[in-house]
């Protein structure tokens, strides 16, 4: 009898054990699903609002075909330090893979740390922070420098006598920022046709660029011929702005073409834009994921190629 009773303990607790396995792996691989935490600069200006669309298309199909289990999108309010504290919240929610658009280069580089450090795989899009060559797995943009050189190449064509310009920059500190007014420099610093006012913060502003375009205005009058844009909110409302005061002579140019400058060069009242193909740059970053998840090496940086839009090509380009 105690031989029988002894093997039925032996049976049950054998059968406990298997439960108990099956459990801890049933959790384990719960635990395991990939959570993405998408990080967005803002939710409100338009060139953010086409990568935001592209990021929720991408990462919908991802979760619909099993390779994540979720994702939620956090906004960044264009705000370095929010940025920080949102990548805090998400990782307490459980997420294990982030996916971060840079408000700064600087402000917004904990965030990467961060990652790095708690072993969660980051993809920096569209703008870096400056430790994003160094910690994080992959970065997907755009050449910045590029974007600037082709803004500048474009006023030479236009007003080749040449003469003053201002550049209207974003939030001073973001890479872009940085990089756009790096490649102007490149085409115009040493120029002798052409004479810089001036680098206004105008912080992606609309309205911050159309002040300081009227103050550059009032102060150099007919000197004025180009006034040079880090992106297309400003460059659209300069050019409406120099239009409405009879100044058609000066060239407003920005980075992003976004539906509305885009329109603009179909109308003729607006040169030209500087094409950055934001949707491209989300969803190539979202297709490294199940690589990344692999554990298989993917590339450190994908460059998505800027596109200079004038009346000539502009019809491939209307939405």
Known sequence: MKRIIGLALLFCLAIATIGATGASEGTSGQADGVRVAYIAKNTVDAFHATLNRSAKDSLNALK?????????????????????????????????????????????????????????????????????????????????????????????SQ?????????????????????????????????????????YAADWSADKAVGFASDVITEYGAD??????????MSSAVQNYVNSIGREDIVAIGVDGNAGPVSMVKAGTLRSTVLQDGAAQVSTAVSLI?????????????????TLVTSENVDQYIK
């Open 290 to 306: 199940p690589a990344i998840i692999a554990g298989n090496n993917v590339p450190k940086v994908t460059m998505v190629p800027f």
């Open 224 to 233: 004025v011929k180009a006034i040079i844009c880090d992106n297309d909110d």
């Open 159 to 199: 007003i080749p006598a040449g003469g003053k310009y201002a550049h209207m920059m974003g939030i001073v500190g973001n890479s872009a920022q940085k990089a756009r007014g790096i490649g102007i420099l490149n085409v115009l610093k040493d120029d002798s046709n052409w004479q810089a006012i001036g680098d």
């Open 64 to 156: 619909a075909d099993g390779t994540i289990e979720s994702w939620q999108l956090y906004d960044g309010l264009t705000d370095p330090i929010t940025q920080v504290n949102l990548v805090e919240n998400a990782i307490a929610n459980g997420a294990n893979f982030v996916i971060l658009l840079p408000a700064e280069s600087e402000g917004s580089a904990p965030i990467v740390t961060r990652c790095s450090e708690a072993g969660i795989p980051i993809i920096v899009v569209n703008s870096r922070t400056n430790n994003t060559e160094a910690l994080a797995n992959a970065f997907v943009g755009s050449d910045d420098v590029q974007a600037g050189e082709m803004m500048a190449d474009f006023v030479k």
